[in-house]
């Protein structure tokens, strides 16, 4: 369909797209059919502002669409889609830093920096996010512990404003602007550009250390013993496990090769040594894998998953170390395509996940309490997660000195109304310990629960600064509305 036949005004558009289409949140429970505008340069983004302007609805801004929940959803208007603008721009191989158009995701990142011997500082669990999106949540990896968020490595970008303007922000210039747009959720503007600080690396391998812990406690103090030197520590949890064994699990400690090590880093260095194998144990193929999955995608089917895994990192840990590419090490997740399909196919089916951050003192108590009260009312996460964080200095930020648990929640009609309760209760529990969210990882918050988590005064400044930059609320989306109404309502906006 062309644009016109939506009621978007044509003028001055020139070649921008347009299409009609279902936009749904990664883990598929949220959804709705939208004007996709796809600019391909920042003149198209202002055509693209003027338009939703004209049209008298706001935009939402979208990567890759790899946000769990709704923050590049829109209910209530057209969506932004980012990823036409592509290109790689500058690379100084001496330094490490790179250029890129914020559309350019993970996957073009790390296939371009590998043979040059660099890779990305910050890597999600998949490939797929885009750079507008990485700096939209403002996103962390398994490292971040030593290295901090994607915003911490990044050393300027642009920013195109609502009201028309392009900023450019650094450290040293709009410097408010830059450490409040970084995690800003995609409210204050659309980033065009970015200039990032990358890994340089000599060898496309790492050294993998999995150890099997029993409890917890035991994973955490492991952590923290280890925490000063190893590069990556991610914990895999069984949240099945009970009694004396809550919180069971497996560690992956991570560490890059020194200069010297690899004996043939030029053929490890290459993009073919990196890519995942296309059949799982040399027979499945792997875009059929999620079917096998779906087979055991209920409680019982997944307390066996589980169980085989606690079982399997054992053998793991007694094997000794070993070599990994870096790219099976981060997107292990990548693995197998589309797994969220074993969740269910059909509309508002899926998952959520739900990753509170929990400071240092109380996050043990917490996440014990967590892990029991799923076991108590019947919803025990199928994946646990657990990453060590450290404090950045962005304005909504979700890391601080203390941790993550990551845990994914199946969706259905039936469960949906039942699963959100569940999760405001945890939220309690959360919030009792001094914890926080990251909205990247969200659909079920509410703004009363917003309000508890930012230090005093810090969301209110962020919207002073949105009503500057996007006077007529223009930039807008699920996740906006949902956590927002209750400020602005009592402030009468
Ligand atoms: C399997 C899986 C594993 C993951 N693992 C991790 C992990 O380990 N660590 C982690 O931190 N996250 C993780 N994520 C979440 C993911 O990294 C983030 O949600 C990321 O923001 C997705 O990027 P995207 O390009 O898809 O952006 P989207 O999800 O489309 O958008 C994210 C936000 O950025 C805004 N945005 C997008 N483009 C722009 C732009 N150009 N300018 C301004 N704002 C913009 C959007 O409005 C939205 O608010 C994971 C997701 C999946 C599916």
Sequence with gaps: MSAETHGLPLARSGSLRSDYEYVEGWGMAVGHYNRVLRPRSVEEILVSYENARRSGVPIALRGTGCSYGDPSCNAEGHVLDLTGMNRILDFD????????????????????????????????????????????????????????????????????????????????????????????????????????????IYSGEIEVRGISTRTLRAMMEYFEEHKSHADYLVGWIDCFGGGDQLGRGLIHEAHYLPEGVDPDPKASLKVGYQELPANIMG????????????LFNHDLGMRAVNLAKFHAGRVEQMGGPYRQSHAGFNFLLDYVPNWKWAYGRRERRGLIQYQPFVPDETAHDVYSELLKHCQRKGFVSYLGVLKRHKPDPFWLTHALDGWSLALDFKVTPANREALWKHCHEMTEIVLEGGGKFYFAKDLVLRARDRERFYPEGRFESFCDLKRECDPDGLLQSDVWRRICSETEEKRGA
Excluded: Y
């Design 93 to 200: 191989e001496q330094s490490g830093e790179i250029e890129v158009e914020a559309g350019v995701t993970l996957e073009q990142l790390w296939k371009f920096l590998l043979p040059r011997g660099h890779w990305p500082k910050v890597c999600s669990g998949t490939m797929f996010p885009t750079t507008g999106g990485a700096l939209g949540m403002n996103i962390h990896g398994k490292n971040n512990f030593q290295v901090g968020t994607w915003g911490d490595n990044t050393l300027e970008v642009d920013l195109v404003l609502p009201s028309g303007e392009l900023r450019t922000c650094s450290r040293e210039q709009n410097a408010d602007l830059f450490h409040a747009a970084i995690g800003g959720l995609g409210m204050l503007g659309t980033f065009s550009r970015a200039r990032m600080k990358t890994k340089r």
């Design 283 to 294: 027979v499945l193929p792997k875009d059929q894998v999620w079917r096998a999955l779906s």
